[in-house]
């Protein structure tokens, strides 16, 4: 198929699907408000094109797959380019055994789950491959005891993403394995946890006795540390490409034009030091987007890029120094806050969420140990317990 025949068969499937000036609401921890619509998008073939035809795609390139997503943006529409942002389903189909492949890739990709991340724990973060929460074999299924922390999205969750121990007498990246752990049973308990920005989208999750079949296992027991790479590879990819802006909505113009518009406003827009920090946060974010885009190349080959880490390190910086000049350019009128002042509101929501990105999926300083290690070739950081059984690793 020519680019052109594509372009115009994308047209058409917008055309008769989805209707013009139409927003949508966009997915949230894995649930889509528009999953009929994302259900056509899949039999369509525009969901995950790249894929091969006998798994939900259509054998395309990633350049055909850029054709599809640049007319679904242009459209307002979701559903496309799923292959590349999708972390639950790209991780689901990489690693999952074919029965739960096949039942749980549409779901996925349709929105019809709500998903979490069961990863941190209270003793186990930055380094993950300490986790303690436990899975032991009970007939064809696990029973998981133990406690994970910061799960956003826990309280409506259908399934979690679990990384947890089934093997303690091997070194400790070695004795991981990851589930599709079902929430919605007795064993899980959900205590949600308020944030700086007073939201309360994570929690802590107590497991007690929870079970999971074994046939909800992606890779193999003891190979939780390879499935634990593609699905950060795929949320940093995520967070470097996106993040939230501002949460009111009302402050007029967004972006980069609403920079422009606060220097102008604060009659600061001559100040060349001011000009040169708009011009710094606007080249970041160009650098960061042709960033993206190689790092993305590189997964479409296959590889879980580091240079992944790059772009989420650099997404973090934007978002920071965008939030700084934004109360720069306020001055005294940032201290306010509430309705009446939405710009205020805007340049501290943004202060506050800028640390999502600096922490959430693993820190800034781990995204440059990454950098260090695997992009530059530099020496490993020391782990005195990296060939230690598990068993043996001191704990506190
Ligand atoms: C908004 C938000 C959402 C989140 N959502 C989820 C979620 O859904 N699921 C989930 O499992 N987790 C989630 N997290 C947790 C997040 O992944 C962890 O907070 C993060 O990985 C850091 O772990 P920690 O908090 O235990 O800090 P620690 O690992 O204790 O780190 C403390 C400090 O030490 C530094 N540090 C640690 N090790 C090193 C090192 N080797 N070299 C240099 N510096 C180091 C860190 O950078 C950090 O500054 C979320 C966090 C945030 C902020």
Known sequence: ?????????TRAFLAANWAPGRKSSGEAYGRHPDSDFLQRVLDAGFAVPTWPRESWGRGLSAAQGKLIEREFAAAGAPGAGQDRSNLWANTAAAHAQPDFRS????LLLTGRVGMCLLYSEPGAGSDLAGVRTRADRDGDDYVINGQK??????????????????????????????????????GIDVRPLRQITDEAHFNEVFITDARVPAAN????PGDGWRVLMTALAYERSVMGDAARGPRSGKAGPKGDAALVELAREAGMLEDPVVRQEIARVTAYKILNRLNNARAKADMAQGNSSPIMSLGKLAMSRILHS???????????????????????????????????????????????????????????????????????????
């Open 217 to 220: 296992m992606l890779g193999k």
């Open 1 to 9: 198929m020519t680019d052109d025949e594509l372009i115009a068969e």
């Open 149 to 186: 922390v910061w799960t956003s999205g826990a309280a409506d969750a259908d399934y979690g993403m679990l990384i947890c121990r089934t093997d303690w007498d091997v070194p400790k990246h070695k004795g991981l394995s990851f589930f599709f752990l079902p929430m919605q049973q007795p």
């Open 103 to 106: 039942h749980i890739v549409p």
């Open 322 to 396: 965008e939030a700084a000049l934004r109360t720069r350019l306020l001055g005294p009128q940032s201290m306010l806050e509430g309705p009446q002042h939405p710009c205020a509101e805007d340049a501290n929501f943004l202060t506050l969420n800028a640390y999502f990105t600096s922490i959430g999926g693993g820190t800034d300083q781990i995204q440059r140990n990454i950098i260090g290690e695997r992009v530059l070739g530099l020496p490993k950081e020391p782990e005195l317990d990296r060939e230690l059984p598990f068993r043996e690793v001191k704990a506190g």
